[in-house]
């Protein structure tokens, strides 16, 4: 006759593994905004569903939580703002680039962090939004969801009005995430790692977005009620997959370009934390004037990303199991607290560091108060002009101009008021650009100073600086402009030492033609980042401690007619691994009875152990104990690193649990044992 302690470690092994996802499971405090007053779930909800006046917040037991978002109230389609009549005003600023080009699109190539637009549809399987929901009802399938255009998800089976749907929610997009160090593209990544993040170490990850006209994943996951659901704190979490993606359902939006651009940039937020604008009242804040706020209704002619400076200003999050009101957020502060560090400045501030232009340069204010300096000659006393333009559709900045002097005294100042019809999306506000327009200005050097400023009152019709940030364009028109720009250097070669971590870019100067001024030095740069000018011999510039991926380098000269024409080179940093060290324990290990009803279960789940390597494996240690606390038998199981949850079918009886994380280097050392629970 076996023993008891060998009856149950038959019973427990081999252990029965119903579910897994990797990474920490987000905090309540991540979790999704309500009412005021809420004190837990409302009148009506399911077990594990908490209403919060617009959207509802469902939390899988032992993992995480995700926002059911009906987008507010529909926006407004005046006669004079319908989609046609925007389409017909923007013109080709909806396809700016060839529609052969719309899966290549890249916002910021290089960066380590990736949004990815997924139009063509995606497989969506083992992940939790394949597990039971929340308060029961049937799981998302396992199964392929088509994107925008609900067929193969080929790309090239997209007609050009849907091409040109991608590529105006791509730009609207992109404008939102320009002030962050990541790349939001349309092109499916080569590799799911690009998105996936395997270790505390690994800085190569991202979202995938997905945007489908499917009905079933609406119907699984919010009863058609909604417009988009994400996740809430994921997007820096150690993962394999269970975590996304974040959805936008097109057939609701009526694939509407801006309405799917808000939604995608609103649910790829509440991944980086952020919880909903709202009021006591309103559950999605609409804005007011020509602004409205990201993670509000968002439906307005200026979005911007908000820290709650609007009357009334309140946000919600799901905490200790009840929705309740929490300090207000800085939407910038907490997206850069997890997971997309701000963008790198790309041009001086002042006007020692200020980028030579000659006639058109583009650049981003990335941050609040944040000025770009360019550099520019009046070569006669005569008219100047200059015009600063913004994102042509879906802009976050104000953008304000201003020349100044050689002793640094200003000349002139253009920033229009913006105007616009309030609350509107299909309506781009007016008095974004910036111009000045010069009749007479003396010769000499003068300093171009771009900037994003706010307008009116925050608090009840305007916006401040604070979020007035995104891309522009400058072009400016000196008189007696000097010579022509100098021609492009040639013969551009790039290298990368993995040993000194340092790339170099190496060029010929271009032959000088008679009558071309010469080179007073070159400006390189790593594109994306403030130029460095080195003296006229240089034919060769190093870029230190540049993170894995591609990155173009450029170089120009730099003559007494300013900027010449640049010249770009493409170099590649291999990812290498750091050496392994053993893993930190896992934490906050977790065990509850298993749902009422079918075989004895106990559900475990555990934020993931901190490696500097992906976890090869885990081993999970249960005990079942007397009512004295005596151990009666021990069982384990060996998971894979990734998981973070288990459900495991036992004998009744009282059982505790604990795990030991294992990578190249070792064994952790094992967790603190979970409370002890009885299966159910």
Known sequence: ?????????????????TAAATGGVPTAAASEAGPAGAAGSVDGTAPGEHADGGSTVRSFPGGPSYVVDTGGDEPPAPTSGTRADAQARTGAARTPHPLADTFRLHSLPGAQRTIYLDFDGAEVAGTWWNEEPPGGGPSLPDAFYPGLNERDGDPATFSSAERAIVQEVWQRVAE???????????????????????????????VRALVTRSTEAPSVLCGLGCVGVAFIGVFDAVSSGELGPAWAFSSPLDNDPVQLAETISHEVGHTLGLEHDATPSEEYYPGHGVWGPIMGGGYASLTQWSR??????????????????????????????????????DHGGTPETATPLTSRAAGVVSSTGEVDAFAVQQGCDGAFAATVSVASVGPNLDARLRLVDADGRTVA??????????????SPAAGLDAALDLAALPAGAYTLLVDGVGARNPATDGYSAYASLGGYTLGVAPSCSPGAAAP??????????????????????????????????WSVRRVGATPTVLGPEARSATFDSLPPGSHELAVAAVTADGLGLEARAVVTVPRVEPTPVRPAAPSRVRLVPGPAGGQLTVLGSWRAAV?????TAQRVQVQRLSRTGRVLASASVRVGGPVVRVSLQVPRGRYRLRVVAVNAAGASRPSAWSRTVSSR
Request: glycine content about 6%; proline content about 10%; cysteine-free.
């Open 488 to 521: 492009a250097p040639t013969g551009l070669t790039t290298a990368y030492d993995a040993t000194t971590r340092r790339a170099t870019l190496t060029w010929t100067a271009p032959p000088a033609a008679p009558g071309d001024a010469p080179v007073t030095g």
């Open 413 to 426: 100042t253009a920033d229009p008021a913006s105007t616009g019809p309030a609350t509107d999306p299909y």
């Open 1 to 17: 006759m076996r023993s008891p302690a060998r009856l149950l470690a038959a019973a427990l092994l081999p252990l029965t593994l």
């Open 611 to 615: 490696s500097n390597v992906a976890l």
């Open 176 to 206: 939102d995430f320009a002030p962050f160090a990541v790349d939001v593209t349309t092109e499916r990544p080569e590799s799911e790692a690009v998105l996936l993040r395997s270790s505390t170490a690994d800085q190569v990850y991202g």
């Open 308 to 345: 709650g400076e609007y009357a009334g200003a309140v946000n919600y999050a799901y905490v200790d199991g009840a929705v309740r009101q929490v300090p207000l957020q800085d939407d910038l502060d907490v997206v850069r607290r997890s997971g997309l560090p701000a963008r790198t400045d």
